[in-house]
């Protein structure tokens, strides 16, 4: 049964997560303001279950990934192909979309105590959250120039307005006005480039852009020209310098938890745009020629001012936000050597990513009291003797970010490594496995802070049944998947893009 | 490199060139006397009473920005009313859901106070 030339049981099929997302998000937004059911929870106290509502979207849209799956591997299908080919499902989409999940499910259980605390509560986080991840899915799983770009705009227009939500504090004003700005200029190199790609191929779809691309010799200006927009484009969204700028303001002045969920959900949507754009129409071994020198140099750049500026930091969002713009560049590397290993090791890079950044990104949601910010440095001196076990989850948090063994931190960078060595760009993994060491050093000041420095304030943490839950989660995660990587592997594995 | 481009080359060249040619060729012919009243943005007419770039209430924003959710609502009816027959009831409920997700954001404006001019 079809409904509809335009719109089939497939077509529904193939969109289903995104179609949950959007219904919950418009519920939140009903639910509460709704003339006959009045504010769902009209005692501020009762907004700390407003969370229920992601949770419950998230396991229907966790069902509905998990179908799509199913379906593939009973049909033994690698891809399924919606709306004429702008929506294309597969292990690579779906690997991806479980990110977003987890992402959105560990910030939603540890928003709500956080935006109390900042009285900054209400409903519309949430629901900015599940159309933010509405954005992501279309990112994920679109094959269509527009399709990715509608997705790109509605997860790019709900961070800025998520990063701007302290609406009484000016930094958060000033983050969310810079992220808008630079974002809105950034947007326009990667239309421009999407319009070059459209003048080749005629069509917004993908696989016709990239056989247009194919017939044109590697050297054509306006291929080039096409690749180096949206080039500056998916970079910024990833933040690799030098077009990072925005990611220590914006990260900063948000509310810490939209931070965690900024510096993960979006970079993982971003680099899954950047893996179906530079994997598919410029995937050719001539352009590849072009771009991977080019990239090359943003990921060295990336590599050095990330970890150079973040030793100087005393604001430990700041020195997170450094720390984010350099994996974005080991994130890079992968993509340089671009053989299975690189592109594997990309997707387990942003997996355990996803859990340690997270982590870290908790417990300074932790540190914010009231009347007390949290974010310095120096908040963090003596953590271990109040909480201990704060400081020793931040501890691995740490370890894994610099990569060291047993943590998850340290496969990631095992399989980026290991694909730079095998396809010979040895240099490249000199300078990535050098910068490791300048990043020990500015994330064992924190440590230091922890471990060693006498406390300077003893007022005890906010804590929450959620945020418990969330950094409990992160951390077994985190060391999880460093002490036992087989499962984890095999997932990202078995998610490689295929065309 | 297409020979089709050349013509886009010349006119190009042409373009930048007319405007720098007829400005210094008017600046070699005219005869130079400034005086201030030149420099308002009428010379002729009323007086400008204050600057053009005042503050005004935030509130215009909102109005504008609900301006636009019905604009688009309007843009996308017109085209479903012109192909009515053809798309039949899927276009009956595909309008549907469309109002649909257009009158969420409208109740939440409208119970969050934003058509009320306080």
Redesign the interface.
Known sequence: MNFSQYYTLTDHFTIMPAVMLALFGCAILLFDNLPFFGPLFPDPRQRKYMPIFVVLAEILTGVALYRQSSWLASNGMTSLDGFQGSVRVDGFGIFFNWIFVVAALVVALASYKYLEVASEHHSEYYALMLFAQCGMYFLATGTDLVTLFIGLELMALCFYVMVGFLRTDKRSNEAALKYLLLGAFSTGFLVYGFSLMYGMAGSTKLSEVTTAIQQRPAWDPVVFLAMATTAIGLLFKISAAPFHMWAPDAYEGAPTTVTAYLSVASKAASIAFLLRIFLGPFGSDDLRKEWVPMLAVVAVLTLTLGNLAAINQTNIKRLLAYSSISHAGYMLLGLIAGNDTGINGIMVYIMVYTFMNLGAFLVVVAMRRQNIIGEDLDDFNGLVHRHPGYAVLMLIFLLSLAGIPPTAGFLGKYYIFLSLIQTGHYYLAVIGVLYVAVAIYYYFKIVRSMFIREETERAPLSMSFGLRLALGFTGALTLGIGLYPEPFLVIAKNSLLLH | ?PSGYVPILIFLVIAILFPIVTIIAAKLIRPSAPFLVKLEAYECGIKAASDSRGRYTVRFYIVAILFVIFDVETIFLFPWAVRYRDLGW?GV??VGVFLA?LV??Y??AY??GALEWV
């Open positions: 490199m899927f409920a595909e997700i969420v954001g109740i939440w119970k969050k």
